[in-house]
């Protein structure tokens, strides 16, 4: 494969941490770094462009009074401002952007700059919330005041956080543009809200009925009848504590090592996949950089890793490859 051919992958590490409720997560960039997400990408013929991590932005200029019942809305609106624009570029530079996480409130900010750049594409973009939370709480409804359990609402245009980007543009998706994928753990009135907006959601419960093959397929059928793209928003707590115990807020009962792996592989195939967060990944909670290798190691897969060659549509299209 020549160089000129090769797919681009952009690594932008966002050490985000105030967005959650136990500090650590500003680590996890450099523990995904460290596991070797940066080789494994290069081994399947990417060629890996590594933005560094983000410096902490400096403070956003006095607009008002912040929302209430939004922990350190001023300092991370600097990071999502920040952030959104350098979505946007990575987005339109033609590379497929991982951002590294930090705590699931960077979402707002790369989400958005990927949904910006799509937009004037002509195409929807889709979000797979792959997760143990639905994080579809807003400063009305939260119990705890941690943004990064607002980040899925604020992306489907929810109000309490309306001036978070400033002048910049907010790409909102509609609820019919989010599927919540493995969540065990909903506030009362965030699953009011949920439902009120008929947001598609795949429960362990359902997980555990149907399998996590038939249920991403749903997804990938939904997107590809819409002519969209997929954004894969990855919370490493979406795993079981077993298997990756490296999160500040685990919840028993998570995905197994296999059936992560297989949606990663689903997802792959697909040919849809266009951009990825890893989020909550706190190295100071982790067992000897097990949950970061496991983080890697599912990335892989969704990036094309496997055991044995099969015939698949990705084989054809990968993303940044002609996919479109």
């Known amino acids: 494969m020549s160089e000129a051919a090769q797919p681009r992958i952009a690594l932008l ?7 959650a409720s136990q500090l650590g997560t500003l680590m996890g960039p450099d523990a995904l770094r460290t596991a070797g997400i940066g080789r494994i990408l290069d ?3 990417f060629a890996v462009e590594d933005h560094g991590n983000m410096a902490k932005p400096g403070p956003a200029p006095a607009e008002g009074p912040p929302p209430a019942n939004a922990k350190y809305y001023d300092t991370i609106k600097g990071w999502i401002r920040a952030l959104s624009e350098r979505s946007y570029a990575l987005a339109r530079s033609g590379a497929v952007p991982i951002f590294m996480g930090g705590d699931h409130s960077l979402s707002m900010g790369s989400v958005n700059g990927v949904a910006r750049h799509w937009q004037e594409q002509g195409r929807p973009l889709f979000v797979l919330w792959v ?4 994080d579809y709480n807003t400063p009305q409804t939260t119990e705890t005041g941690n943004m990064h359990g607002m ?13 978070l980007l400033g002048g910049a543009p907010r790409a ?19 699953k009011k809200l949920v439902f009120e907006r008929c947001v598609a959601i795949a429960d362990m419960r359902a997980i555990d009925e149907f399998g996590v093959g038939v249920l991403i397929r749903k997804v990938i059928e939904r997107v590809r009848a819409r002519n969209g793209v997929l954004h894969v928003s990855f919370d490493v707590d979406f795993l079981d504590p077993t298997v990756a115990p490296g999160v500040g807020t685990t919840v028993p009962g998570g995905a197994t090592y296999r059936e992560a792996h297989l949606i990663m592989e689903l997802l792959h195939d697909s040919g849809l996949v266009r951009s990825v967060d890893i989020v909550e990944l706190n190295p100071f909670l982790d067992e000897r950089g097990r949950t970061a290798r496991v983080a890697v190691e599912l990335i892989g897969s969704l990036f094309g890793l496997q055991i044995t060659d099969r015939r698949t549509p990705s084989n054809a299209v990968l993303p940044g490859n002609g996919g479109g």
């Not at 980040?151 to 001036?163: H, K, N, Q, R, V």
């Not at 543009?177 to 009135?189: A, K, M, T, V, Y």
Request: glycine content about 18%; proline content about 7%.
């Open 13 to 19: 590490g966002v050490p985000i941490e105030i967005g």
């Open 43 to 45: 081994q399947l013929g």
């Open 131 to 134: 997760d143990a939370h639905a």
């Open 151 to 163: 980040s899925a609402a604020f992306l489907c245009g929810e109000g309490g956080l309306d001036d």
């Open 172 to 190: 909102s998706i509609g609820p019919d543009q989010l599927d919540l994928f493995g969540i065990r753990s909903i506030d009362p009135e965030e």
